[in-house]
């Protein structure tokens, strides 16, 4: 049987509801591991034990008289520190809101607690959630498990490194440019990228907190909030918890993902995207990830080499400039004045993530609807992809975890192939496929690569059709030996 700091979650919970173990104990057993272990990666960076023992207790006694809460009862987790849960501290790892304290949950932690969930932990991010790497002037830098050398990922690349370390049972983080995926695939374990709003941002920052005091709330484009965890198991019990329509729209709507498309491995038709002249993939990752799909080929798993009718640099331009539109409107007037003066300087051909920034901080709003057309019609073409395909196998990112970095995000490369590449590029361009269109993605563990380090396989769904990402997951665990943890924290 697997340890107790790797079960999966629904495990944990089904060990609770047979008395294995009590919801305090579980909590004591993290506690006890979270202070001798934590320190040397900084995943989790702040907790309220009193609170959560408090509820574990309730827990314990309300099974005792045979009441169970949900899914989640009794279940110790934690939740990405951009995400607000009343009573503890919710940064977003910027220094002006190290006192915030929230008085209310965030829509989605409503959802896991009514479910049963005890939160007793933040985890860590960079500011605002803006990098591919997680460190703060607020909590400092998080480290890998496999590699404490190295960065575990980011956004959400404390909620991954929390995971992989057995610190946590279940994680919550937000995804607009790979924040979840890129974390999940660094760190070895499994994390989903929803269809676009079919899960509440209402409580996550940013926007700032305080924006919207009521019901409604700006979800900002692209950007939304999904699991993190140790099997494809846990995303799907998270996903049935989570997904609804924003609060206004449950008066007249109910949402119901369907079902997965197939219900084995063989009955699946898979598409392939495994590499582009224009964003390379380092052979670390590609070397693994074609050892996953030989293996599959050879279960008898149906597979072309084929993907949509999509220019993948064309994608990126149009995703990076909706990108940057999102959280850029809040910028001060003096920046926003100053990128406004700059823009008409910018040479055309100039692609860097800088410029683009620019372009998309300063974009008039009938550029917007133009590049938003555009985007209309990708989601066309993959909508006609999906007619003849189940999924989608691509890289998550192109990169094994890297080094740590904390110089001039503008500045800083990445080596692919002994090639010096763009750090936005090189981490940003295979998530944005599925962010610029709106569709789920799930990454899982496909296996180590030759220098030793995880690599994720990411598994594009159609539209609206969440489940059938995660399932397709799930069943590839027995050929990829799913989640295995990282050496040193046994």
């Given at each position: 049987m697997t340890e107790l700091q790797f079960q999966t979650a629904a495990q944990l919970v089904q060990a609770i509801q047979d008395r294995q173990i009590s919801a305090v104990e579980l909590l004591n057993f993290y506690k006890e591991r979270i202070n001798r272990l934590n320190p040397g990666i900084n995943a989790i960076v702040a907790t309220d034990y009193d609170a959560a023992e408090k509820r574990a207790r309730a827990a314990d006694e309300a099974l005792s008289k045979g009441e169970v809460w949900g899914p989640l009862h009794g279940l110790p987790m934690t939740v990405k520190d951009s995400v607000e849960v009343a009573g503890m501290p919710c940064t977003s790892g910027f220094p002006?809101?190290?006192?915030?304290?929230?008085?209310?949950?965030?829509?989605?932690?409503?959802?896991?607690?009514g479910a049963g969930a005890v939160i007793f932990g933040k985890t860590n991010l960079p500011m605002f959630g803006q990098d591919f790497q997680s460190f703060n002037e607020v909590y400092g830098q998080t480290n890998n498990p496999w590699d404490v050398s190295r960065v575990p990922g980011g956004s959400s690349?404390?909620?991954?490194?929390?995971?992989?370390?057995?610190l946590t049972a279940l994680e919550i983080g937000s995804d607009i440019g790979g924040s979840i995926r890129n974390p999940a695939h660094f760190c070895g374990v499994y994390g989903h990228k929803p269809t676009y709003d079919i899960t509440s941002f209402k409580g996550h920052i940013p926007p700032?907190?305080?924006?919207?005091?009521?019901?409604?709330?700006?979800?900002?484009?692209?950007?939304?909030?999904?699991?993190?965890?140790r099997s494809a198991e846990d995303l799907d019990l998270v996903?049935?918890?989570?997904?609804?329509?924003a609060k206004p729209l449950q008066i007249a709507w109910n949402l119901e993902l369907p079902v997965p498309r197939k219900k084995n491995l063989k009955e699946y038709?898979?598409?392939?995207?495994?590499?582009?002249?224009?964003?390379?993939?380092?052979?670390?990752?590609?070397?693994c990830i074609r050892n996953l799909v030989d293996k599959l080929s050879a279960a008898g798993v149906s597979i072309e080499d084929k993907h949509p009718d999509i220019s993948f640099t064309d994608c990126h331009d149009i995703y990076t400039k909706l990108l940057t539109a999102v959280p850029n409107a809040g910028l001060s007037k003096e920046i926003f004045e100053h990128f406004h003066q700059e823009a008409p300087k910018l040479e055309e051909d100039d692609k860097s993530f800088r410029a683009q920034l620019i372009r998309g901080t300063t974009m008039l709003h009938r550029d917007w609807i133009v590049l938003d057309y555009m985007r209309l019609m990708m989601r066309q073409k993959w909508a006609d992809y999906f007619k003849d395909f189940d999924v989608l196998l691509c890289p998550?990112?192109?990169?094994?975890a890297f080094e740590h970095d904390h110089g001039d995000f503008f500045e800083r490369t990445l080596r692919v192939n002994g090639s010096g590449?763009?750090?936005?590029?090189?981490?940003?361009?295979?998530?944005?496929?599925?962010?610029?269109?709106?569709?789920?993605?799930?990454?899982?563990?496909?296996?180590?690569?030759?220098?030793?380090?995880p690599v994720g396989i990411q598994i594009v769904g159609p539209y609206l059709e969440d489940r059938t990402p995660i399932h397709f997951a799930g069943l590839i665990e027995k050929i990829t030996g799913g989640f295995r943890p990282p050496p040193g924290f046994d």
């Open positions: 002006g809101l190290k006192d915030h304290l929230p008085n209310k949950n965030a829509d989605v932690v409503e959802s896991l607690i690349g404390g909620a991954a490194a929390a995971l992989s370390a057995g700032f907190p305080g924006l919207f005091p009521g019901d409604y709330s700006m979800s900002g484009d692209i950007a939304v909030i999904g699991p993190l965890a996903m049935n918890i989570i997904t609804k329509p038709r898979v598409g392939l995207w495994l590499d582009d002249p224009d964003f390379p993939v380092d052979t670390y990752v590609a070397d998550a990112v192109a990169v094994t590449q763009s750090y936005y590029d090189t981490l940003s361009a295979w998530a944005g496929l599925t962010c610029v269109s709106y569709l789920p993605a799930t990454v899982a563990p496909a296996g180590l690569a030759a220098n030793g380090l």
